[in-house]
């Protein structure tokens, strides 16, 4: 809420404080999940509870030093948020702030009861799409902006308005509060539209309806991409104890993904971990275009320090930011580091309210809040009649990797993919720590047309052969702790080599490496092929009567591991010309008389 828009009239007096959870006798007119000002700061707050006189809110600032008897404001409206030209490279805390602003006004530490514009007020060039005369309906396109050199803000005619477009401005720069549009409904009433518009951010916005989510968000993560795909409007669970890589494969898939925009939202996170997102993404190069990533971003940070309560409005505040640019027509991904947090705010703001815990202490709504939030994600026909989506993946912390805690649990519920990261591969340094056999993946059937079309009809059934030997060498490894690698049969020896060629070659992936950091689909599927018929081969030697001994010394596993490294994605014939030199190779160690 701007400065300017501040009510000016108490409505209520303050009667009970416990942490961010406020009590007030109310005078005036308030309603529930109404926006309110607490005390003489005008500390930003939310009803939540209502009981005939007497308001329960929970403030989104720190309420240390407040007292019974300070004021109450209310502003007669729900908690929103800003749309419009100007949100991309911005970066907010939880209320729509912007901190570079505020940092700037008033040094690195925020204040309490801070208040600044959530868009800049400079010019737009305004382009219109539309012309006197023409029907506006929700949703349809007025106009376009270059509010960067990546994306187009398309400014559409807001919800609730519809009618003849009786004026439009001409090609030019406005300011975001001009009025660039005016609507005549069926009664004859005229509706301005401006290019900013206020949205609540607990309420969806509206679409015509749900699509099939049918092509897949490319990650450029193997392990992602291969044997836990993603759609496009999915949602995604990234469970992980704490080192496991949670925040850097998020930033990875942030910087690769396929998405046109991207928000970021860090709920909770320690203020370092915050510190160094805000400090690498205003650097990062958006590979596609070779612009700064900021280009097309949103980022919200709102840390561990922050009061507990803003934790609930970020996450909303951020969903409601991506379904604005979804309705403009473009794929949004939104990643959530972390969703414990969040989760650990309503524990602790249901225990103050004092109500009955259900499992772990947590509040007995939380498995629909959790449900409410990634049921927003989804593929859609927008009211305009274009195609977007916004695709989800929130970040899971649980309590010494317990899968089994509350929030993993209804999470994984809710969430079409699972990728749990493991410590065991953090530790020995086999990133990404994704555990290939506990991830899986809703989402398989319906992206495997996309990638019959795009790489080769072969794509579900290299995944599948692939899946299998790793499966063969967990059960072997079991055997091996007992009696050794060296007792095994050579066709088992030679699954363990396959296995590792997988391991090392194709599911171990660097994100910093400059080749590797990203594998396109074509490059993914060419060393998936590599690696399983390269299986296959060895296999029929040894049961043609070959040894493992020479296939070992035909098969370099060093270089091998190396392909996904030394191939750069442009050149992904070289790794089946070496195919096909290997398939050769193994032939030729057959023994004469056992040759076909």
């Known amino acids: 809420m701007s400065p300017a828009a501040l009510p000016s009239l108490p409505i209520g007096t303050l009667i009970w404080i416990s942490g961010p959870v406020v009590r007030a006798r109310v005078a005036g007119r308030l309603a529930v999940l109404e926006q309110v000002q607490v005390g003489e700061k ?13 308001a329960t809110i929970q403030v989104y600032e720190e309420t240390s030093g407040l007292r019974p ?22 970066t907010y805390d939880g209320l729509q702030r912007p901190l570079e602003l505020l940092r700037d006004q008033q040094g690195i530490y925020l204040q309490r009861g801070s208040q600044a514009e959530a868009l800049s007020s400079r010019t737009w060039k305004f382009t219109p799409r539309s012309q006197i005369g023409d029907v506006a309906q929700p949703g349809s396109l007025l106009g376009t902006v270059p509010e960067t050199p990546l994306i187009e803000h398309r400014v559409l005619t807001p919800f609730g308005i519809q009618g003849k477009l009786i004026d439009i401005a001409v090609a030019g720069d406005y300011a975001s509060s001009h009025a660039i549009a005016v609507v005549e409904d069926a009664t ?74 991207i928000i970021y939202v860090g709920c909770g996170e320690r203020g370092n971990e915050m510190a160094e997102v805000l400090d690498e993404f205003p650097r990062l190069i958006d590979p596609s ?39 403009q027509g473009y794929d949004v991904a939104l990643m959530a580091d972390s969703t414990s947090r969040w989760a650990e705010a309503l524990r602790e703001i249901s225990g103050r309210l004092e109500e009955m815990p259900a499992e772990e202490g947590f509040p007995a709504y939380l498995p629909s809040r959790i449900a409410a939030f990634y049921e927003r994600a989804g593929r ?27 929030v993993t649990q209804h999470t994984q519920r809710y969430t079409g993919a699972f990728w749990a990261l493991d410590r065991n591969l953090a530790n020995a340094r086999h990133y990404p720590a994704i555990d290939w056999q506990t991830s899986y993946s809703l989402y398989s059937t319906s992206v495997a047309p996309w990638w019959a079309k795009e790489t080769g009809p072969d794509w579900q059934a290299l995944r599948d052969a692939a899946a299998q030997i790793l499966e063969q060498d967990a059960r072997l490894e079991q055997l091996v702790r007992l009696v050794g690698a060296q007792a095994l049969p050579d066709r088992q020896r030679w699954i363990l080599d396959a296995a590792r060629l997988l391991k090392e070659g194709f599911l171990q992936q660097s994100a910093l490496h400059p080749i590797d950091g990203y594998c396109v689909p074509a490059k993914q599927v060419a060393l998936l092929r590599f690696f399983v018929e390269l299986y296959r081969s060895g296999q029929q030697a040894i049961e043609s009567g070959a040894t493992l001994t020479r296939i070992r ?19 992904v014939d070289g790794i089946t010309h070496m195919l096909d030199d290997l398939k050769a190779g193994m032939s030729a160690l057959v023994p004469s008389e056992r040759r076909i």
């Open 69 to 90: 008897g300070e004021p109450l404001y209310g502003t007669g409206a729900p908690l929103s948020v800003s749309l419009g030209p100007g949100l991309l490279a911005n």
């Open 553 to 571: 010394q035909l098969v370099d596993i060093r270089r091998m591991v190396q392909l996904k490294e030394t191939i750069p994605n442009d050149q």
């Open 289 to 327: 275009s070779g612009r700064p990533l900021m280009e097309r971003t949103v980022l919200i940070a709102n840390t561990s320090n922050m009061p507990v309560a803003a934790r609930e409005a970020s996450i909303y505040m951020a969903t409601t930011i991506a379904e604005y640019f979804r309705d």
């Open 188 to 261: 004859g009433h005229q509706h301005p539209v401006t290019m900013v518009e206020r949205w609540p951010i607990r309420d969806e916005r509206p679409v015509q309806g749900r699509l099939e989510s049918s092509d897949p968000l490319i990650t450029g993560q193997r392990v992602l991409d291969t044997f836990a795909p993603l759609a496009k409007g999915g949602t995604a669970a990234m469970p992980g104890p704490f080192g496991a890589g949670k925040t850097i494969l998020q930033q990875a898939l942030a910087k690769w993904c396929d998405a046109d925009v």
């Open 380 to 406: 859609v026909r927008t009211l305009g009649g274009a195609e977007g989506s916004v695709t989800m993946v929130g970040a899971v912390s649980p309590p010494g990797g317990d899968f089994t805690e509350p």
């Open 42 to 54: 005008r500390l930003t707050g939310e009803v939540i509870e209502l009981g005939h006189d007497i």
